[in-house]
């Protein structure tokens, strides 16, 4: 087994050496990944000690005075603290041997978008009166559709979890839609003071592979799979997913975090696996995983998660799907 991963470096090294201090997570924050990661167990109730509720439902968030401290190296990069001893995300970075021999070669596959759109529509959902339109800047339009067999679309979202997966050779890269109002966010976060950055984008099949096998064997199967997603099967090989920050626990509570679960939707954005939802994702709480949606579908999950009075609604609950390994 000699394979190796190269992870695609999207920003300047994020945290010099002496800030990681976790052993997986640490190769993974030194490199902005366009690959993936997330998770992280309990703290059910660690990030919403500031939602408050309103008349109109939930999502406002008190940002608190954006007193946060970016420590920076000598060239004015973020460093981020230590990590603790936590596990790792969902598709968290691999450990140690991140070697650039190994890139992995994209498939040869031809990803011309569907006309039509595959998938039962299972929402009638109307689209919430303040979502924004293609004229304004918070729009988001709705990742590309491809029509690939073994890919499961509802309502035109892709689905990959653990019931559903990618085919193997599906290597669409980071979604650019994504990554425009990711970038948008992240802008409008440092307006008011926050530092969100991307850590981990697009991850390969073959990527996956190897983390997954790796966590398998240091924790065992079992909880690996609680935190870590088998190939084929994590988010992050759609192109749409992103982890930001710090991928691990101690992201929980921060502003940054705080902030990122109630304004995510306006950009098009969900938090795909939400605190005490475990059950029904299939993954530990992840604060720092995003999935990108579209504002339109963005803000009827939104507008449907306040008519439920639940603000971690899931993509699952909202669809009516299920996610665990068959
Ligand atoms: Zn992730």
Redesign the pocket.
């Known amino acids: 087994m000699n394979k190796k991963i190269v992870f695609t470096l999207l920003l300047a090294s994020l945290c010099s050496l002496s800030a990681c201090g976790n052993d997986d997570i640490g190769s993974l924050n030194d490199s902005i990944i366009v690959n993936?990661?997330?998770?992280n167990e309990n703290n059910e109730n660690s990030s919403d000690e500031s939602l408050q509720t309103t008349a109109a439902g939930y999502f406002v968030t008190e940002v608190p005075e954006a007193t946060v401290t970016v420590v920076t190296d000598e060239s004015g990069n973020p460093v981020t603290e230590p990590v603790p001893e936590t596990p790792v995300?969902?598709?968290?970075a691999p450990p140690e041997e991140v070697s650039a021999e190994t890139v992995p070669t994209p498939s040869v596959i031809d990803y011309t978008p569907s006309t039509a759109a595959p998938g039962t529509p299972a929402s009638t959902a109307v689209l919430p009166a303040d979502a924004p339109t293609e004229y304004d800047y918070n729009y988001g339009p709705a990742p590309t559709v491809y029509d690939i067999p073994g890919i499961k679309y509802i309502d035109n979202v892709l689905i990959a979890n653990k019931s559903y997966s990618l085919p193997a050779d599906f290597y669409p890269e980071l979604d650019q839609t994504c990554l425009n109002q990711f970038y948008k966010l992240q802008n409008d976060a440092s307006a008011v003071g926050l530092n969100i950055y991307l850590s981990?984008g697009f991850r390969s099949y073959e990527t996956q592979d190897y983390i997954y096998n790796d966590y398998v064997a240091r924790d065992g199967q079992e909880k690996a799979d609680t935190y870590s997603a088998r190939p084929g099967h994590?988010?992050?090989q759609s192109g749409l997913?992103?982890?930001v920050n710090q991928?691990d626990d101690t992201f929980i509570g921060t502003p940054e975090a705080i902030w990122l679960e109630a304004h995510c939707y306006e950009y098009g954005f969900i938090l795909?696996?939400s605190q005490s939802k475990q059950d029904i994702t299939g993954y530990k709480y992840?604060s720092?995983?995003i999935r990108y949606v579209g504002t339109d579908m963005s803000y009827k999950i939104h507008s449907k998660a306040i008519e439920m009075g639940d603000p971690y609604l899931t993509l699952e609950e909202y669809f009516g799907i299920d996610s665990y390994y068959h």
């Open positions: 993936e990661g997330s998770l995300d969902e598709n968290t981990s994590s988010e992050h997913a992103i982890d991928i795909r696996y992840e720092w995983h």
